[in-house]
């Protein structure tokens, strides 16, 4: 239940080996009466989008930080560390911990990859293409007895029955990003830490991004509107679509939010000012450190 990526597909995995689009047909059910009620969420294995959190967080009344603290587990999405978050399970199970007596007892909040099964979705850039494409697949596990159900659908009223439009909407920009990461060369390298560290907040600590651009630095950087600000502070997804053009800025250099005028100069002041201050302490510490030996030694 999280989202393939056609090059991890191993042999023999449950992904179906064939694209299907939007008006494609399937054939699939899934109702509280199926012999296979709850299992796939027994064997969970969900990728978390920034969107999830912010629902799932306010629908049990938490920050960021703390839903993310006490429900999620982290891996690395790729080869540079880009954080990526799983949904807990339960201690020594699979079992999602969000499962109930009844089956799942956040349903209305519950994730994209949980929506989206049995139905995998790969956000790619074709060859010599410039946008992003979607393609689906089935996703054929032993335990879901959905596929033998006698109801055929298209891949469209099938996500369309499962509330997936507003994910994918909130979610837009953050996939493209995750893609272009993925889909850049080796010539343009490694993310610094600072920028992986920038991606978790802007991903995954809405609540933790509002603090930081409160904070006074990001708006002596950056010309952001009083009421633009203001109006974005009331929502969490407009904070979310702030947050993905700010990422942007920090992972391509594209000026998605202007900079006030000097601001740069500035910066790069204070910046040298700091490293100065700090040289003079380091100098000053490495003169008094014979004399503190030769009391130590006295
Ligand atoms: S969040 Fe709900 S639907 Fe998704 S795996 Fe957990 S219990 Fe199942
Ligand atoms: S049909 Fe598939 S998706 Fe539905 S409950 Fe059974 S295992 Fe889960």
New binding site residues.
């Given amino acids: 239940m999280s989202f393939p990526d056609k090059q991890d597909i191993p042999h023999r995995s449950p992904v179906q080996p064939h694209e299907l689009t939007l008006d494609a047909e399937i054939q699939f ?3 509280a009466g ?1 012999s ?6 027994k064997q969970s294995d969900i990728q978390l989008t920034p969107y999830d959190i912010i629902r799932l967080k306010e629908r049990l009344g938490m920050q960021s930080a703390a839903f993310v603290a006490r429900y999620t587990v982290p891996f690395e999405m790729d080869h540079h560390g880009m954080p990526g978050l799983k949904l807990a399970t339960a201690a020594g199970s699979r079992e999602c911990v969000f499962l109930g007596e009844a089956g799942c007892t956040v349903y209305a909040d519950r994730p994209l990859a949980c929506r989206y ?2 139905l995998g979705k790969m956000a790619m850039r074709r060859v010599g293409g410039a946008k992003v494409e979607n393609v689906y697949f089935v996703v054929k ?1 032993v ?4 596929h033998d159900e006698p109801v055929r659908q298209t891949v469209r009223s099938y996500l369309a029955s499962q509330g997936v439009a507003e994910y994918d909407e909130a979610n837009r920009e953050w996939m493209d990003i995750v893609v272009r990461k993925r889909s850049a060369g080796p010539s343009i390298g490694a993310p610094s830490a600072r920028s992986l560290q920038l991606f978790d907040m802007c991903s995954y600590d809405i609540d933790g991004f509002r603090n930081f651009i409160e904070g006074s630095g990001f708006t002596d950087i950056f010309d952001v509107p009083e009421d633009e600000l203001a109006d974005m502070l009331a929502s969490d997804t407009r904070l979310l679509a702030f947050a993905m053009r700010f990422l942007k800025q920090v992972l391509f250099g594209e000026e998605t939010i202007p900079l006030k005028p000097g601001a740069r100069e500035a910066r790069a002041t204070a910046r040298k000012a700091a490293w100065a201050k700090r040289r003079q302490v380091e100098l000053e510490a490495h003169r008094q450190a014979p004399e503190a030996e030769k009391i130590l030694h006295d």
């Fill in positions: 059910d899934c109702h199926i296979c009620f709850n299992a796939c969420c099964y049995a596990e335990h879901c007895k959905g």
